[in-house]
């Protein structure tokens, strides 16, 4: 007896006709809209994360990104309890100042569970006004799904254009043979649903708020 | 795949009658449309990116064999399995083994109509599984036990007293007690449910939007994030999807990216888009011990070699059941099938059969706003008059219909007997019209097989003799008037 994979192949070999070097493939399309640099791309970005109900801070140095978190968690009457990432842009910021903050590192799921989390990204999209993050050893996945608010701090030189930059961060691993992270999600705002009579509403099943603080680029 | 098609006739019947469906019906073919239509015009690329998309969905297609071997190699590199599945019973086999191997009992899904397709949560229950859904839509219908109502959003035939009523029978041992019908109470009662089963759940099986054969990934969207707690909490995670979603590369997913989600809810982009890579890696904070993913074909590499090849490009966004004149009378549970609407209308025959579903692709007025509006361009119509044509052939269409072609095509082959047919049929109907009343003149009742026309509303009566007579009479005019018979106005376009 033939295998199920023998089997759906031999089928598909019939209807179909075999790839080869010659063979003319479609040619790559990308919009205007994904395409923007410098200047364009931050004001598209801070447009459209905020049309995806994303709130942006602009900070002059990245130092004050504690101060900025204690503020947006004040503002919001928010427990002054944190999670963060553990990649060295988020560790190495000067968090004792923040007497009132208490950071968190146990990111076991009942913990995380309505919490605030503060992050870093990967990119920051302007095409869509969505941040990329990747998962690794200095970032879990669930930091951007688990808790009720996700602050992600992303440097001005993490601003791309669109998708394609991400495409070309995930072949730094694919042409070396490396694998890509397990996870690369872009988060386009808050979690929302339009399943009950097509009406949206917000914090469907991830975070019901998501603050974006821009930094300067580094160097 | 069960399905109920047979009963097309009379579940509209019942669906034409039921006012909040209507309201329903109304929001979705109104809203629907006119935002994919803003979204649309805002991107000045948007039709050279749908005969791009289409180009690639064919071009993967022409050569399905190759992507999915690629695909395959990738995934296994990057540390997954692969499993497939030549029928939908192999594929829920597969699954439900993958579950036990992992001693688990509590199973979390997100939305994913392949799965629907197979009926695997029944067949997950049937071997002890607990399963839980967990897109607020498809946890509506599956406390409801019943079929989706729309591939995009599957409870959208319910009103929030209809959805409050069913969480506070499926609520009360989770200690919810009040009754709400506030939307945004319903929506909080059902994170605050499903965040515990996120929590305790030994399997995530979610679908696929598209798999990328260049790096073996998978993609997900989302608007709510539960395919991403789905495919991140669980220690193991079941991708279940089929064997058509192939793309080559990353750029080609980024081409279908920007249409998905303008086509199917006029957003410029869903709120989560995810790719999985495999399982959890060496440091990494959390996710998935093992991934799995099982190609499903369940007649798929058949409809590659039939007529019907185009309906593979389909990337299941709704567009055209939003804009369906019959869609948006009747509603998705009349089709009897988990796909609905045009798209529906010729998958199901294909993956059953005409003689099971050849309500289906009737069921169009082949108005064409269904292909006017599909991101793949898929010649919609034109593949359900290829149902419609196997059924002729088949012999399966109803006698009355048989019959009245057969009179059509032999009067249309008979030009005098057919002038006959129609000065007849006029004078007919002028006898059965009253005197015109400032409506104008209708014919409240046809006699015969035509009776069906004025059960639920009258005929114009006809004016002015048949459009061979009034051609006529419009030569001549011309004739008298400039000495040449010239091109009649109206007809000179």
């Known amino acids: 007896m033939s295998s199920a994979r023998e089997e759906i192949f031999a089928r598909l070999h019939k209807a179909s006709t075999p790839l080869t070097a010659d063979t003319e493939k479609p040619q790559p399309l990308v919009p205007a809209v994904a395409q923007t640099t410098g200047a364009a791309c931050l004001v598209q970005f801070k447009e459209k994360a905020t049309a995806l109900a994303c709130t942006v801070a602009e900070l002059d140095r990245i130092q004050d990104v504690p101060q900025e978190v204690t503020r947006y968690l004040n503002e919001r009457a928010l427990p002054a309890d944190i999670w963060c990432s553990t990649e060295p842009a988020i560790t190495s910021l000067p968090w004792a100042a923040q007497t009132t903050l208490t950071l968190h590192a146990d990111i076991a799921r009942n913990k995380l569970d309505g919490g605030t989390s503060v992050t870093g990204c990967l990119a920051a999209v302007a095409e869509t006004g969505a941040l990329a993050v990747a998962s690794g050893a200095d970032f879990a996945t669930r930091l951007g799904y688990l808790p009720d608010t996700h602050i992600v701090v992303c440097r001005q030189d993490q601003l791309v254009g669109g998708f394609e930059d991400v495409w070309a961060h995930i072949r730094q691993y694919t042409t070396s043979s490396a694998v890509p992270p397990r996870a690369i999600n872009f988060i386009g705002g808050p979690s929302r649903t339009g399943d009950i009579e097509a009406t949206l509403v917000m914090g469907a099943h991830g975070p019901r708020a998501v603050h974006v603080i821009l930094v300067p680029a580094t160097g | 795949m069960q399905i109920t098609s047979d009963q097309f006739h009379e579940k509209s019947a019942e669906a034409l009658q039921d006012e909040s469906l209507a309201g329903a019906l109304f929001v979705l073919g109104k809203m ?11 991107l000045p690329e948007f039709e050279a990116l749908r005969d791009r998309a289409r180009d690639i969905r064919n071009h993967a297609l022409d050569h399905l064999p190759d992507y999915l071997d690629a695909f395959e190699k990738k995934v296994i590199a990057n540390g997954g399995r692969v499993h497939w599945a030549r029928t939908g019973a192999e594929a829920n086999r597969i699954v439900a083994k993958l579950c036990k191997e992992a001693d688990a009992r509590q199973v979390i899904k997100s939305k994913s109509m392949v799965t629907e397709e197979l009926e695997l949560n029944d067949h997950l229950e049937a071997e002890g599984l607990t399963v839980t859904e967990t897109d607020l839509g498809e946890y509506i219908i599956q406390l409801r036990k019943e079929k989706p109502f729309h591939i995009v959003g599957p409870a959208l035939h319910l009103s929030a007293g209809q959805v409050s009523d069913t969480f506070y029978e499926a609520h009360q041992e989770h200690g919810r007690s009040e009754k709400v019908e506030d939307k945004a109470k319903l929506v909080e009662e059902a994170r605050i449910v499903l965040r515990e089963r996120f929590k305790n759940a030994d399997v995530g099986i979610t679908g696929a939007n598209f798999l990328v054969a260049e790096t073996g990934q998978i993609a997900l969207v989302t608007n709510e994030g539960n395919a991403d707690l789905t495919a991140t909490l669980p220690k193991r995670h079941i991708v279940v999807t089929g064997i058509e979603k192939v793309v080559p590369t990353l750029d080609d997913l980024g081409v279908l990216l920007r249409l998905l989600p303008r086509s199917a809810t006029g957003q410029e982009t869903s709120n989560y888009v995810s790719l999985y890579t495999g399982p959890r890696q060496d440091g990494d904070g959390d996710g998935p011990g093992s991934f799995d993913i099982v190609l499903v074909d369940n007649g798929r590499s058949n409809m590659l070699d039939s007529p019907v090849k185009e309906m593979l490009r389909c990337i299941r966004c709704g567009a055209c059941l939003n804009s369906c004149p019959i869609y948006g009378a009747v509603g998705g549970q009349a089709y009897g099938s988990v796909y609905s609407g045009p798209m529906g209308s010729v998958w199901t025959p294909a993956l059953t059969s005409v ?126 008037k400039t000495g040449h018979p010239s091109k009649t106005e109206g007809a000179s376009k």
């Open chain 2, 355 to 480: 003689s099971q579903a050849g309500n289906l692709p009737n069921a169009s007025t082949f108005c064409g706003k269904c292909e006017e509006v599909c991101p793949v361009r898929i010649p919609l119509p034109k593949l359900m008059r290829h149902w419609r044509e196997k059924e002729f052939e088949q012999h399966l269409s109803p006698t009355t219909a048989r019959w009245g072609l057969g009179v059509w095509t032999w009067l249309a082959r008979h030009p005098r007997s057919y002038r006959l047919f129609v000065r007849l049929g006029l004078i007919g109907m002028n006898v059965m019209a009253p005197a015109p009343s400032q409506k104008g003149r209708w014919i409240a009742k046809l006699p015969f097989i035509a009776s069906g026309w004025t059960e639920s509303r009258n005929l114009s009566a006809p004016s002015g003799g048949s459009f061979l007579t009034q051609y006529k009479q419009a030569q001549k005019a011309a004739l008298e």
């Open chain 2, 32 to 42: 629907f449309p006119l935002m994919r239509e803003t979204v649309a015009g805002q």
